[in-house]
């Protein structure tokens, strides 16, 4: 095969920050998504309705004129969110999900859920209203490795949850590991989950072995290559559980490259050149559309877009190194390996 013709895919994860550094990285999801599921953490974060109606509004400003891109909002879970603010935000349009960091998960999480008793009337409310909890699904508990937080987050606090709230919809968010594919695939039609394009790429050796590689250190973690491995078969196999969602994390170099770099892999430049190459190394291809353009849409409730891609196999596409912002540059995502397809 050299030419696929796809539905134009969404991505249902995505940072974009805000200020110089959104200016410059919108355009890179804008170019080949439709729709992308808006992380709510900024300093401070979204955590309100009308903070979600404006930073949606500095998002389109920030969009090359005539992009065709929906960004789709998300509010920030805290132990004070406002059920009646959520509903009303998620009635009105203005919000599709939202999100759950357990504090000190991950970047700029320290508003996030410490006692998960305290959000539970925010929780039912959402189950009632079909509004989607977005899950970085991580422990903190300092006793428990770094290596081993996803699954013991779905034993302590994800299944718990899900008993304890019927109804509630819920997407694993960057899942790594074959325990949370393993959990994913049995939740029914209410449990969904993102897989990013690092995570089918990297495993743990690539961060550690020959030196530290901070442009791969992302959170969650890259595991073991079993674990990758496991990622790959459920992103290809056609499975409507699992979708894209890029995880698409920009930080400047000066931010990534010291003794205490930021996580965060930035792969909107080159995620659907990296996951066309991916879904051939897998005899997948005929698998991308569903992974990347159906699945999300359909766990969502939301239509395909009616717009397609192209993508064309041919000689190694060139894409650049780094992203200049006004805040410094950024590194685009190495995969390793030349990437044949290009959109056309």
């Not at 990285?25 to 804008?30: I, T």
């Not at 992308?36 to 974060?45: F, R, S």
Request: glycine share 6%; charged share 20%; with cysteine.
């Amino acid at each position: 095969m050299t030419q696929l013709v796809i539905r134009r895919p969404d991505d249902w994860h995505l940072h974009l920050r805000d200020g110089e550094m959104l200016r410059a990285v919108a355009p890179e999801s804008a170019r080949h998504f439709g729709r992308a599921i808006i992380m709510p953490n900024l300093v401070p974060p979204v955590v309100t309705g009308a903070e979600a109606a404006a930073y949606r509004e500095r998002i389109l400003a920030a969009l090359p004129e005539g992009a065709a891109f929906t960004p789709l909002m998300t509010l920030y879970l805290t132990e004070d969110t406002d059920p009646d603010d959520l509903a009303r935000a998620h009635a009105d349009g203005l919000i599709t999900a939202v999100k759950l960091y357990p504090a000190g998960a991950t970047t700029n999480s320290a508003s996030g859920v410490r006692d998960f008793d305290k959000v539970r009337p925010v929780l039912e409310r959402m189950a009632e209203i079909g509004c989607p909890l977005c899950v970085h699904g991580e422990v903190t508990d300092q006793a428990i490795d770094i290596f081993d937080r996803e699954a013991v987050f779905i034993d302590r606090v994800l299944d718990p949850i899900r008993t304890t709230t019927p109804g509630l919809r819920v997407v694993m968010e960057h899942i790594t590991t074959k325990q949370g594919a393993d959990y994913a695939r049995s939740g029914g039609p209410d449990l969904g989950a993102t897989i990013t394009t690092h995570h089918l790429v990297i495993n743990r050796n690539h961060i550690l072995v020959g030196g530290i590689k901070p442009h791969y250190y992302c959170l969650p973690v890259a595991k073991r290559e079993e674990h990758r491995l496991a990622l790959r078969a459920a992103a290809t196999s056609g499975d409507p559980t699992f979708f894209l969602g890029t995880d698409s994390a920009p930080h400047t170099d000066p931010l990534k490259e010291n003794a205490c770099g930021c996580a965060g892999c930035f792969t909107a430049t080159n995620t659907m050149s990296i996951l066309a190459e991916v879904f051939e190394q897998e005899n997948a291809l005929d698998r991308l559309e569903a992974f990347a353009s159906l699945n999300g849409p359909a766990f969502y409730k939301l239509p395909a877009n009616d717009a397609t891609i192209t993508l064309t196999r041919g000689a190694p596409v060139a894409y650049p190194d780094k992203i200049d912002t006004g805040d410094g540059p950024v590194t685009v995502f190495d995969p390793m390996m030349p990437l044949h397809w290009r959109v056309t």
